[in-house]
């Protein structure tokens, strides 16, 4: 098990782990897809884990249930107990985000997850993220490295 800096949200049974530098809006995003259906898992300090059925991300039992929200302070949010990662979503300046980006594999852990860049403060951005974590096998699966 590994300690992370970001946080997860689960979009029907796949874990979406957002990461990026502090002010990136990893919990902006988090908090737009919640309000889309999607469940909380973990903010700030994720532990992730390879496993059999691939890379279970989880929260510290000190910081469960807990999301940072910029403006208003920590705040308590229903929580799953942990979700396997589908997709990593590294969160960028809009200049940085690819228009027509090719498939991306990041290991983690062991466990190749699809990677993508977006800008977590377009509007369209919880879109774009349910879209890719849906369509998952698209831009390369998951599975264990080679």
């Known amino acids: 098990?590994?300690?992370?800096?970001?946080?997860?949200?689960?979009?029907?049974?796949?874990?979406?782990?957002?990461?990026?530098?502090?002010?990136?809006?990893?919990?902006?995003?988090?908090?737009?897809?919640?309000d889309r259906g999607a469940s909380f898992v973990a903010d700030d300090q994720i532990l992730l884990e390879s496993r059999k059925r691939g890379l279970l991300a989880t929260?510290?039992?000190?910081?469960?249930?807990?999301?940072?929200?910029?403006?208003?302070?920590?705040?308590s949010m229903p929580v799953t107990g942990g979700s396997y990662i589908h997709l990593v979503v590294d969160l960028v300046d809009l200049g940085n985000v690819p228009r027509l980006p090719d498939t991306e594999m990041i290991d983690l852990c062991g466990v190749k997850v699809p990677r993508l860049h977006l800008n977590a403060f377009?509007?369209?951005?919880?879109?774009?993220i349910e879209l890719a974590v849906s369509d998952v096998s698209r831009i390369g699966g998951v599975g264990p490295s080679a």
């Not at 970001?6 to 995003?29: E, H, N, Q, Y």
């Not at 510290?60 to 910029?70: F, K, N």
């Open 59 to 75: 929260a510290p039992q000190s910081i469960r249930g807990y999301l940072e929200v910029r403006g208003i302070g920590i705040v």
């Open 122 to 128: 377009e509007a369209s951005a919880p879109l774009k």
């Open 1 to 34: 098990m590994k300690t992370y800096h970001g946080t997860v949200v689960d979009i029907a049974g796949k874990g979406v782990f957002l990461r990026g530098p502090s002010g990136c809006g990893k919990s902006d995003i988090a908090l737009r897809l919640i």
